[in-house]
């Protein structure tokens, strides 16, 4: 069954219409599909209407969506022979960050992500996509293992956040972050990354300090929550809406900024409609963004992305 989000209240009655009209024409043999047909292209131009004008705080429920791809799909999808790498050799395995080796249309390629998880089996099991220290220190790990063997780097990031616990902080969380910063910063080959939910805060950047950010149209991106924001400045998680205005957390905003490089269209009615269309869109915007960097050599792509970063914090002005 599809799961629809509160502004979606209206397409879900016109779609469910659709289905008992269906059903109607399954279980009597009365013909409806002059009337299936009207509502299902009322339902389509309701379902681009909507999608047209989503307010920020829309686009932060559909970048949550429990249907939206996540990083395994996307690593199912698009790399072969795929080999995942455990542990940071230092603590333990983290499962909110995955990692690995495999190919990406031919080349060998060194791939990380943030994955939350898409059953409350694996929620539990990934910790929602928020990694402990151990989960940046296995990134940087991979990172620097790429470097070493000339692999170039993607990764797909999609977390709210670092897990804030306890024994996170005890175990280095914020050094950790910054390492892992520092790896992807100093990493002698393309780095491409891909936000394709949620990029929250340094748990996000930890993964996408990159040559090349991608964001997907209704994935956000941003220092901090909707609801963590609104809860620190007004203390009231219910202005999250508010929050997210005033973030500027959309692909729309951060492209407008030069934070991001590049926004990847997705399907209409967001990425959990048609996943497969979304990871398509993402491999060949990936590749697109991945190709010209592979000429570089590791000394000009570490000072580019050097400057990257450094421009962001010259010229941004929100």
Not at 50 to 77: E, F, G
Not at 90 to 99: L, M, R
Not at 177 to 193: D, H, K, M, N, Y
Request: hydrophobic share 45%.
């Amino acid at each position: 069954m599809r799961h629809f989000l509160d502004f979606e209240k209206p397409i879900a009655e016109l779609e469910g219409k659709i289905e008992e009209l269906r059903q109607t024409t399954d279980a009597g043999g009365i013909d409806v599909a002059e009337e299936v047909a009207k509502l299902r292209d009322k339902a389509q131009a309701l379902l681009k209407a909507t999608y047209a004008k989503l307010s920020p705080w829309q686009k932060a429920l559909v970048a949550r969506h429990p249907d939206r791809p996540k990083c395994l799909d996307y690593i199912r999808a698009l790399i072969e022979e795929w080999t995942p790498l455990a542990g940071d050799r230092a603590f333990a395995d983290d499962a909110a960050v995955v990692g690995g080796l495999g190919r990406f249309r031919g080349r060998s390629v060194a791939v990380l992500g943030t994955e939350k998880g898409s059953d409350t089996d694996s929620r539990v099991k990934h910790n929602f996509g928020m990694a402990r220290p151990e989960g940046y220190r296995k990134a940087r790990r991979i990172i620097e293992l790429a470097g070493r063997f000339g692999l170039p780097i993607l990764s797909f990031v999609d977390t709210a956040g670092a897990f804030p616990g306890i024994e996170a902080e005890a175990r280095g969380q914020a050094e950790a972050i910054a390492r892992s910063i520092e790896a992807c910063l100093e990493a002698p080959v393309p780095f491409v990354a891909t936000i394709i939910g949620e990029g929250g805060s340094g748990g996000a950047i930890a993964l996408a300090a990159a040559d090349r950010v991608l964001m997907l149209e209704h994935s956000i991106y941003s220092v901090i929550s909707p609801e963590g924001c609104a809860s620190i400045l007004w203390r009231d998680a219910g202005q999250a809406a508010t929050a997210a205005e005033a973030l500027k957390l959309t692909a729309e905003d951060l492209r407008r900024l030069n934070l991001v490089d590049a926004v990847v269209p997705e399907p209409m009615g967001g990425a959990h409609r048609d996943p497969g269309a979304a990871l398509t869109a993402v491999g060949d915007t990936v590749w697109q963004s991945l190709e010209p960097l592979l000429a570089l050599d590791g000394a000009t792509l570490r000072a580019r992305r050097r400057e990257k970063f450094l421009e962001m914090g010259r010229n941004t002005v929100v």
